[in-house]
């Protein structure tokens, strides 16, 4: 069973930039559709990015476009996200999910990490 480890998170000023990772274990991540999601205390979860099994096409919220990106290496076995511009509502533990369906259109998130603890504060 395809197993995830998200890393990278930390406390950041606002401004500051972070890159988390998703090392994949068990299983090789060259036919899942990899997203990125967040949630914050008191709030929903929260779609942040998306990335195609094929690295050909990304998803992003309006909230973070411009300012993050998704990329893979499948050689690694591994998904990033690089957040730049960070503000304090980007505030979240941030996991990663692993889709079987391997587009971005319908994904469904089957595999998940335990999360990194994002804190953008001054």
């Known amino acids: 069973q395809l197993q995830l480890v998200e890393s990278g998170g930390g406390l950041v000023q606002p401004g500051g930039s972070l890159r988390l990772s998703c090392a994949a274990s068990?299983?090789?991540?060259?036919?899942?559709?990899i997203g990125w999601f967040r949630q914050a205390p008191g709030k929903e979860r929260e779609g942040v990015a998306c990335i195609t099994s094929s690295g050909g096409r990304t998803n992003y919220a309006d909230s973070v476009k411009g300012r993050f990106t998704i990329s893979r290496d499948n050689a690694k076995n591994t998904v990033y996200l690089q957040m730049n511009s960070l503000k304090p509502d980007d505030t979240a533990v941030y996991y990663c999910?692993?889709?079987?369906?391997?587009?971005?259109?319908?994904?469904?998130?089957?595999?998940w990490g335990q999360g990194t603890q994002v804190t953008v504060s001054s």
């Open positions: 068990r299983s090789t991540l060259d036919y899942y559709a």
């Open positions: 999910a692993a889709s079987r369906i391997g587009g971005c259109v319908i994904p469904k998130y089957d595999n």
